[in-house]
């Protein structure tokens, strides 16, 4: 009789690893975005300038608050939607700073929504877009 091995566990990920992670990615989506650093700032909670810039110099020693944790999951999210339903890069990159009629913007970008400051700002973009793949606005 064989004993049958049971595949081992993945490595949990540790919050250090994910918060690492989660910058370098906010790193490249403010590039493809054009995000300037203040922008950066208000997206990711207005940090310090010397803890953003320690966190871009060295994400891997980033200690990251749960709320801009939740913010880079809000931005990640957003950014993925937008890959999902804007399949031309540019073209995704670009939907952030266009004006947009829909309710939750009354006429603004997604940015200058995303900008206001609150994580909830963050959180309704990325709801709206997962509406909008979902084939619908709750």
């Known amino acids: 009789m064989s004993a049958v091995l049971a595949p081992?566990?993945?490595p949990e990920a540790s919050p250090e690893r994910l918060a690492a992670a989660g910058l370098r990615a906010f790193m490249r989506i403010a590039q493809a975005w054009?995000?300037?650093i203040d922008e950066q700032l208000a997206l990711l909670g207005q940090p310090s300038?010397?803890?953003f810039f320690g966190w871009r110099k060295q994400p891997e020693k980033a200690a990251l608050s749960r709320d801009t944790l939740e913010r880079l999951s809000n931005l990640l999210g957003i950014w993925k939607s937008l890959q999902i339903l804007l399949p031309d890069a540019a073209a995704a990159d670009a939907w952030v700073r266009q004006p947009n009629t829909?309710?939750?913007?009354g006429g603004q970008s997604a940015l200058q929504r995303m900008l206001a400051g609150n994580v909830s700002d963050?959180?309704?973009v990325r709801?709206?877009?997962?509406g909008v793949?979902?084939?619908g606005w709750s």
């Open 102 to 105: 829909a309710a939750p913007f």
């Open 127 to 130: 709801r709206y877009l997962d």
């Open 122 to 124: 963050l959180n309704l």
């Open 49 to 51: 300038r010397s803890t």
């Open 34 to 36: 054009q995000l300037s």
């Open 8 to 10: 081992s566990p993945a």
């Open 133 to 135: 793949r979902g084939g």
